[in-house]
């Protein structure tokens, strides 16, 4: 196995991070490319967050915000990982990455082709492998989750949450305004149906308020002082309340994921 590649990932949100830490758990280098302002809702677990607050680290992995690829071979020598603001992936020719995940989750594809590196990967819907990428790892919950998919492309977005603990749509919050995000609650915090969790603050000055659906544990909050719009995607309540761990712990559907980016790139790296 070549013992220098080179594994670069596109994205650090929550379900990229459990990629990121599966590769990296691995023994591999990582390298991530994030937008310049990242809108992960579950930032506990979301390596994304080292864009703003110059690192972040979770379940043990640490991941450290650098402002050129030059920097990348200090980072990798702390055994840590290095994020670096490139939404547009400008640095992947020079990098040479000798894989590349797209795990953005945009449901749509920003830019990734398939002449990126000689392996290359996109997670969910958006792309279809043979074309736009090498392969597509399936990342709707459900007996597909994880299949690697070689011809054709990942269950169309649904827009329609997986169940958890009896819930699916009731438990994901959406903007109901445009304006300026502000949070009243934390992550990790029990809430209850109709509690208010955060507020939208409107160019007039107007407050939205931000209200829960269902009772349980504040999963996932977006980033105070975002900018939104109607229908973005700014929270998330798990009704399972005896799992607040879970605020702080990587997925079971990431970490499926996750083992199939890993299966595919050590197949390319033991060629």
Partial sequence: MKQDALILVRGGGDLATGTI???????????????????????????CEAVYEGEATVEGLRAVRIEAL????????QNAVPVLVDPKGESIAQARPDVLVDAILAKKNLGTARDMAPLTIALGPGFTAG?????VVETKRGHRLGRIIWEGSAIANTGIPGIIGGYGKERVIHAAAAGVFEDVRRIGDIVAEGETIAQIRTADGTITPVTTQITGILRGL????????????VADVDPRKEELSNCFLISDKARCIAGSVLELVCAQLWK
């Fill in 222 to 233: 977006l980033r105070s002082g975002y900018p939104v719009t109607p229908g973005f995607k």
């Fill in 21 to 47: 830490h599966r590769l990296w758990s691995a023994g591999l280098r990582v390298l991530v490319l994030e937008a310049e302002h990242p809108a992960a809702i579950r930032r506990q677990v979301s390596l």
């Fill in 131 to 135: 074309q736009d990428v090498d392969a």
């Fill in 70 to 77: 030059a920097q990348a071979e200090e980072v990798w020598n």
